[in-house]
């Protein structure tokens, strides 16, 4: 089936403007993780969805960041006000129903370059 | 807090050579680890992962790991590479304190298969 799938694949946006990604997990999958990876460094955990709720959001580096999951589907990571140091690869993922040891399934990325 | 220390940010190997991939981590409780792997315009797959039982775990692709407690330690291993093992190797633990699964994640290990 199909696996998770992220858009844009690649962003390129000036300072100060806002940014949406998007990502779309496996099909029935409840979970859903966002995450960031910069150049050299491990994943950052930025939030989790178990359905449409998000229990924790202080993974959120700043309050520029925000993010939605509606439907139980589909997620947005939106960036306000975005600075240089936004710049990074985001990843999504998915999982059947979340849990310590199940295997996450990872999109391709958004990789975000802010100018 | 937890955390995870990949020790070699690349590791140069001949093709056919054996290879070890080190990670360590840090926890005060028990732990599942694991380890995904990143091919090249790819995104994150799981490897393999630890959960329960015995300490030696197979993955695909002729990788295996062992968890060693005493030692805090999941090191990952092939005895022979291929050119297709070129990728970079993450480490991971599952935070069992966190509510949100989050998965704690090392920097990473850039494996370069030497021809």
């Known amino acids: 089936g199909a696996g998770v799938s992220q858009s844009p694949s690649n962003k390129v946006t000036e300072k100060g403007k806002d940014v949406e990604l998007r990502c779309d997990p496996i099909s029935g999958h409840t979970a859903l993780y966002w995450y960031r990876q910069s150049l050299g460094q491990g994943l950052e955990f930025l939030i989790y969805f178990q359905g449409n709720s998000a229990p924790d959001k202080s993974g959120l580096p700043s309050d520029r960041f925000s993010a939605e999951r509606t439907g139980g589907s589909v997620s947005t990571l939106t960036i306000q006000r975005t600075q240089q140091e936004d710049s990074a690869v985001y990843l999504c993922?998915?999982?059947?129903?979340?849990?310590?040891?199940?295997?996450?399934?990872f999109g391709p990325g958004t990789r975000l370059l802010v100018l | 807090a937890q955390s995870v220390t990949q020790l070699d940010s690349q590791v140069p190997v001949f093709e056919e050579a054996p290879v070890e991939l080190r990670c360590n981590y840090s926890?005060?409780?028990?732990?599942?680890l694991f380890w995904y792997v990143q091919y090249p315009n790819q995104g994150l797959q799981l490897l393999l992962k630890?959960?329960?039982?015995s300490t030696l775990v197979k993955g695909i692709n002729g990788f295996e790991a062992e968890f060693n407690k005493s030692q805090t330690s999941f090191h990952l291993r092939k005895p022979s590479v291929h050119i297709s093992d070129t990728a970079e190797y993450f480490c991971a633990v599952s935070n069992m304190m966190d509510s949100n699964y989050q998965l704690i994640w090392g920097a990473g290990t850039k494996l370069i298969i030497k021809p």
């Open positions: 630890y959960l329960s039982g």
């Open positions: 926890s005060s409780v028990s732990v599942y």
């Open positions: 993922a998915s999982s059947l129903a979340g849990g310590f040891s199940e295997t996450q399934y």
